[in-house]
């Protein structure tokens, strides 16, 4: 069965990306358009240059292959629970810029969180991650967790979504980013997700834009 759509409510949980179902379409196999709900975005944010590669690149991890342009956001990444945003400012939230990707049986959305210093993106990660944030998106979710070697502090879950279809997403940070890959599959998902997050480390050297 090919995926539904999908949508990165950054989160994170998506947390985008908190990764939530977007609701039916009448394609299947097509993710949703409007994959991120933001806020006004702020046309003075300043989004360092290259950003872009950091993406996830269609030879890497589960293949997904762009069907948009990169887009950034300077908005709230997905809506947040009750005091998130006071949390998002705290962490010294930037921008996201994101991209949606299609493959076989399988679709999803590779992302960057921005942040004014490394100790940001650890912090955001953390609550992006938590308990609340989770099911706020998700309320009757079951995650269930997984580490991935080779990518100090990655970590991800493997879940159904609101409508039962079967998603997961990938964290870490690499400076003052904080990055997200979340797909929709009813393939493996803990393999592709690990593989996208070694990936981009290793291509990246598990850095991120200073300026």
């Known amino acids: 069965m090919a995926p539904r759509s999908i949508r990165i409510a950054v989160a994170g949980l998506l947390g985008v990306l908190v990764v939530g179902c977007a609701g039916e379409t009448d394609s299947p196999t097509r993710p949703s358009d409007g994959v ?4 006004t975005e702020d046309p003075a944010t300043v ?3 290259g950003v ?3 993406l996830l690149s269609a030879d890497e991890g589960p293949g997904l292959h762009p069907l948009s342009p990169p887009q950034t956001v300077s908005g709230e990444p997905f809506p947040l629970p009750e005091g998130g945003a006071a949390v998002l400012e705290r962490s010294g939230y930037i921008s996201m810029t994101y991209q949606t990707g299609q493959g076989d049986s399988i679709a999803g959305v590779s992302s960057v969180l921005l942040f004014e210093d490394e100790a940001g993106a650890r912090d955001w990660m953390t609550y992006e991650t938590s308990d609340e944030v989770l099911r706020h998106e998700l309320p009757d979710g079951t995650f269930t967790w997984f580490q991935v070697p080779d990518v100090p502090g990655a970590t991800g879950w493997t879940g159904p979504d609101r409508h039962g279809n079967a998603i ?4 870490w940070t ?3 980013c904080m990055m997200l890959v979340s797909i ?8 592709p ?3 996208s997050a070694q990936a981009i480390f290793a291509r990246t050297g598990g850095t991120c834009p200073d300026e």
């Open 52 to 54: 872009d590669r950091y």
């Open 168 to 171: 997961g997403n990938v964290y």
């Open 193 to 195: 997700l690990s593989a």
């Open 36 to 39: 991120v709900t933001s806020a």
């Open 174 to 176: 690499q400076g003052r």
């Open 184 to 191: 929709e599959t009813d393939g493996p998902r803990v393999e």
């Open 47 to 49: 989004v360092p240059l």
